[in-house]
């Protein structure tokens, strides 16, 4: 930890002196810092109607609206913004988890499997858990987006797909519960979700030729309550949709970013990625439930309602990111809604239904936020798409298509404001590109199972930019405004504020920015050490509003940023990686 202007470094030693015969007897423990002993428990309640002081899960509320009302900095103000601390996590590779923040406490995770404790008011680390790997460990995409709290207790789960449960005043273990077989390539990147009584899970893996699934868990003992299949079964609702045999599986359908939640109905909704193999003409079908939204009961597991964005899906559009919940209108009416921001380039508005619905979602329109030439029409009461056959790769069959396989969103989530009425989005624009399938691809557990060849990127042709930052009406459904950013893609995560501002990080000038929510202006600005992916959250202590963010850039954002340098050499320049906890407040 380090206080700007004033660096200083502290090596904590411990030895043994020996006096004489004798040894010195141990020092007593430390006592346990007072933020910890009072300690406030994270109750159902508290995630329900949580404090605007606090940030207590990784997007704030249940709807995923990655809002709060706090006012304090605003457009006005914002410019005065400077760091308060900055904590170095100790590690490099992709930083993707949001701060939670409960009274003076902070929690983050890192990428190798480490949790750390940060009291808010100092920057000094509280404690520290780290999880060892064992060196044949299967974590190809090797990041944590962040911890859940409930009770006194944190949860996280490990690359190596184990849920892990840990004193939130001491970082010890609790319990620990493996969720899937590493070695057969399951692994974990999500927070948990805690809804109803539960803590639930999903699973990565899907260029492994992995079954996706949603578990359940029992946050007290860590006993499995449900498991969700997101490729069904001989028998089960959606099978039809694949070829007869065995290959649903293999069928992928991974799970790989938190859930949203409606507690008026216990239903969380959960997004899937890419089928196994990639190419769809190696699965002839729908292949339900990949490239979907599934509606899962809390209670029992069971999908209640689905809608598949990507039937066939060939393009490596996983659509992982659940969608949010608000209601918005249409025709004069106010619709229960989901809106999910695609990979695919499209923008989709959904009905949820209220409890009388059931679970089942139904599509209300679809249009795309960004340049989109595979789909030449949406059908408008399914929302189901008409592919036009040359932009869909295949088996020995390369086909360019835009967006690329990144996509037009990737998993940041988007953020909503209630003020505004808007969303806001992580864009990448203009950027395309190819694959071809490979024949007979043959599952070994463990081993790549996606069968393809990856062809080459393009941008489309006239276009002057890729990354931006977007905002649309959820009632009229329209484009307010659009910020291009010059010679950048964006991974920034976005974060909406009652004062009226929109702060995301994303760029490789590894700067966090705050937008004026309502016309886009760039208010202010500040480098960090790295590239900010993660999502920034907002908290109060002491009257005193702040900002935090986990800066560190890496994984699929240094990849398109390789990308990008290939195709304009020396204007996309390598981005510096190592993580740090950056917090900011007004001067």
């Not at 460990?137 to 962040?146: K, L, M, Q």
């Not at 030449?376 to 295949?394: C, I, M």
Request: contains cysteine; charged residues 20%; glycine residues 12%.
């Amino acid at each position: 930890m380090s206080r700007i202007g004033n660096f200083c470094l502290i090596v904590l030693a411990s030895a043994g002196v020996v006096f004489g015969q004798g040894r010195q007897p141990p020092a007593p423990p430390a006592p346990m810092p007072a933020v910890l002993q009072n300690y406030q428990p994270v109750t159902a309640e508290r995630l329900l109607h949580p404090e605007d002081s606090n940030w207590l899960m990784i997007r704030r509320t249940y709807d995923g609206w990655g809002y709060s009302p706090l006012d304090q900095i605003k457009p006005g103000n914002v410019a005065k913004l400077r760091p308060v601390w900055v904590f170095s996590t100790g590690e490099p590779k992709v930083h993707e988890a949001a701060p939670i923040v409960n009274n003076g406490v902070m929690f983050i995770s890192t990428p190798n499997d480490q949790v750390i404790a940060i009291d808010v008011r100092s920057g000094n680390l509280l404690w520290r858990y780290h999880k060892a790997r064992a060196a044949t460990a299967i974590v190809p995409h090797d990041t944590n987006r962040g911890v859940a709290l409930y009770g006194d207790k944190v949860y996280f789960a490990t690359g190596t797909a184990i849920l892990t449960c840990l004193d939130a005043k001491t970082g010890k273990e609790v319990w620990t519960k493996p969720v899937a077989d590493n070695k057969s390539a399951y692994y974990i990147t999500m927070a948990p979700l805690i809804a109803g009584g539960k803590v639930m899970v999903g699973a990565s893996g899907g260029e492994f030729g992995i079954r996706g699934f949603v578990a359940a868990y029992d946050p007290e003992t860590g006993k499995q309550d449900w498991r969700a299949y997101t490729i069904p079964a001989p028998g089960e609702p959606g099978s039809e949709t694949w070829p007869k045999g065995d290959q649903w599986k293999t069928g992928g359908g991974p799970v790989w970013v938190t859930g949203n939640y409606d507690p008026a109905t216990n239903i969380a909704y959960w997004g899937t990625g890419n089928g196994g193999p990639w190419m769809g003409d190696q699965r002839p079908g729908d292949d339900l439930y990949i490239s979907s939204t599934l509606a899962i009961d809390v209670a029992t597991g069971a999908i209640k309602g689905h809608f598949q964005y990507d039937p066939n899906e060939s393009w490596d559009w996983d659509e992982v990111s659940p969608p949010i919940l608000v209601d918005y209108r249409r025709g004069g009416r106010i619709i229960k809604g989901l809106i999910d921001v695609g990979r695919d380039g499209y923008l989709w508005f959904l009905d949820r239904g209220d409890a009388s619905s059931g679970g089942r979602i139904h599509f209300v329109e679809g249009k795309p936020f960004v340049y989109q030439n595979v789909y030449t029409s949406l059908n408008p009461e399914t929302g189901r798409p008409t592919v036009d056959p040359a932009h869909k790769p295949g088996t020995d069959k390369n086909a360019p298509f835009c967006p690329n396989s990144h996509g037009g969103k990737n998993w940041p989530p988007i953020a909503y404001s209630p003020k505004t009425r808007m969303i806001y989005i992580p864009a990448n624009d203009n950027l395309c590109g190819s694959h071809e399938g490979t024949d007979d691809p043959v599952y070994t557990p463990g081993r790549g199972f996606t069968a393809v060849r990856m062809g080459s990127s393009a941008v489309v042709p006239g276009s002057d930019h890729v990354g931006e930052v977007q905002a649309w009406n959820v009632d009229t459904g329209k484009k307010v405004w659009t910020h291009n950013y010059s010679r950048t893609p964006n991974w920034g995560a976005m974060l909406a504020t009652g004062g009226g501002l929109v702060f995301t990080g994303g760029t490789n000038d590894r700067r966090i920015h705050a937008f004026d929510a309502t016309n886009g202006k760039l208010l202010w600005e500040f480098p960090t050490n790295s590239g900010i992916l993660a999502p920034p959250t907002t908290f109060t202590l002491d009257g005193k509003q702040y900002i935090a963010v986990l800066s560190g850039w890496g994984g699929d954002s240094r990849g398109m940023e390789s990308t990008l340098d290939r195709l304009f050499p020396g204007e996309y320049p390598e981005v510096p990686e190592g993580g740090a906890v950056w917090v900011f407040a007004l001067e």
